[in-house]
Nanobody, 123 residues
Framework: VQLQASGGGLVQAGDSLRLSCAAS????????VGWFRQAPGKERELVAA????????YYADSVKGRFTISRDNAKNTVYLQLNSLKPEDTANYYC?????????????????WGQGTQVTVSS
């Protein structure tokens, strides 16, 4: 399984971005997927996750109401819509696939990781 994140960029505070996580493999739709971010000097944190069908989602408190995770299983792609961006959202954003179908906040249950895409928000 290979995951490829894209869509990052340099934006101003208040702007929006849409990140995409494209996956190889026919069984991608059977697994939950999460978006993580890591800023320099900080730990990697889970910002959003979605179950296999897209019905169940999780958001970190810091992004709730501003970010939206979704998926298109026909395209083997998971999206993260980032709205009302703040300078503190600046980080490298990664997508990762779990070993199961349900949403989890336990990082060790994410066993496939993609390369990150950088999001930089200027004030």
């Amino acid at each position: 399984v290979q995951l490829q994140a894209s869509g990052g960029g340099l934006v101003q505070a208040g702007d929006s971005l849409r990140l995409s996580c494209a996956a190889s493999g026919r069984t991608f739709s059977a697994y939950a997927v999460g978006w993580f971010r890591q800023a320099p000097g900080k730990e990697r944190e889970l910002v959003a996750a979605i179950n296999w069908s897209g019905v169940d989602t999780y958001y970190a408190d810091s992004v709730k109401g501003r970010f939206t995770i979704s998926r298109d299983n026909a395209k083997n792609t998971v999206y993260l819509q980032l709205n009302s961006l703040k300078p503190e959202d600046t980080a490298n954003y990664y997508c990762a696939r779990t070993a199961g179908a349900v949403v989890t906040t336990t990082i060790r249950q994410y066993n496939y990781w993609g390369q990150g895409t950088q999001v930089t928000v200027s004030s």
